[in-house]
Nanobody, 127 residues
């Protein structure tokens, strides 16, 4: 049974930082591209960042580029999202997701192209 468990969410002021982690189990972690998505109330789930199965390629939404950094540790089956310079518009539930490497990289930003999802962790940025 595949499990993705996010942690690290919370309340932070504008300009602050948070570090989200996702622990994976039940899958061969190094065979999966890992992504982070977020969803604010009343909005669609949107792509935030992704990292390829080996860690050599990273992808970011324009809205978070140069503020967020995604990384992974295949030895520990974890993926991390370091979020700096947070803004109120970053407020959302953040979800970790896994996508088989067999899917290639074409649709890495598309949430429907992911195979497994975590339950999410809430990030709230106060103004």
């Amino acid at each position: 049974q595949v499990q993705l468990v996010e942690s690290g969410g919370g309340l932070v002021q504008t300009g602050g930082s948070l570090r989200l982690s996702c622990a994976a189990s039940g899958l061969t972690f190094s065979d999966y591209t890992m992504g982070w998505f977020r969803q604010a109330p009343g909005k669609e789930r949107e792509f935030v960042a992704a990292i390829s199965w080996g860690g050599s390629n990273t992808y970011y939404a324009d809205s978070v580029k140069d503020r967020f950094t995604i990384s992974r540790d295949n030895a520990k089956n974890t993926v991390t999202l370091q979020m700096n310079s947070l803004k109120p518009e970053d407020t959302a539930a953040y979800y970790c997701a896994a996508r088989s490497r067999r899917r290639g990289s074409l649709y890495v930003r598309l949430y429907r192209d992911y195979d497994y999802w975590g339950q999410g962790t809430q990030v709230t940025v106060s103004s």
